[in-house]
């Protein structure tokens, strides 16, 4: 039994050490292995997103990085985070069913307090 055990962690390490990881630049997303990311600095971006008009959290809005396929939705609290992003200056792009498309321009995202509000209006 303990050879089956020391098997299955051994395969289960060696998987998750192959895996890439998507990291967001400022000009694109890249997959990186372990070894490259451990060389790059990255940092994250969160943030929530609120109705002009009634000041309440959306739920479900996608949030993205222009320039990159990578997408994260809020939280039923209106809630979001991207991860492994390297610092730069970034415009986010959000939408939402029945919201006008939302363009944030020139966000600086660096290494600390990374948190921002975007407010969306109603089409």
Same mark, same amino acid.
Request: proline content about 2%; overall charge negative; glycine content about 6%.
């Given at each position: 039994?303990?050879?089956?055990?020391?098997?299955?962690?051994?395969?289960?390490?060696?998987?998750?050490?192959?895996?890439?990881?998507?990291?967001?630049?400022?000009?694109?997303?890249?997959?990186?292995?372990?070894?490259?990311?451990?060389?790059?600095?990255?940092?994250?971006?969160?943030?929530?997103?609120?109705?002009?008009?009634?000041?309440?959290?959306?739920?479900?809005?996608?949030?993205?990085?222009?320039?990159?396929?990578?997408?994260?939705?809020?939280?039923?609290? #209106?809630?979001?985070?991207?991860?492994?992003?390297?610092? #730069?200056?970034?415009?986010?792009?959000?939408?939402?069913?029945?919201?006008?498309?939302?363009?944030?321009?020139?966000?600086?995202?660096?290494?600390?307090?990374?948190?921002?509000?975007?407010?969306?209006?109603?089409?």
């Amino acid at each position: 039994m303990k050879k089956i055990i020391f098997l299955f962690v051994a395969l289960l390490t060696l998987g998750l050490e192959s895996q890439a990881v998507k990291v967001v630049t400022p000009v694109s997303d890249k997959e990186m292995n372990r070894a490259e990311m451990a060389s790059v600095a990255t940092t994250s971006l969160s943030g929530v997103v609120l109705d002009n008009e009634t000041g309440e959290t959306l739920t479900g809005v996608a949030i993205r990085f222009e320039g990159s396929s990578e997408t994260v939705y809020t939280d039923f609290d #209106g809630n979001f985070t991207i991860s492994n992003v390297v610092p #730069g200056n970034y415009n986010i792009l959000s939408n939402y069913i029945s919201y006008s498309d939302n363009k944030l321009k020139d966000v600086n995202v660096n290494a600390v307090n990374n948190v921002i509000r975007l407010v969306l209006k109603k089409d």
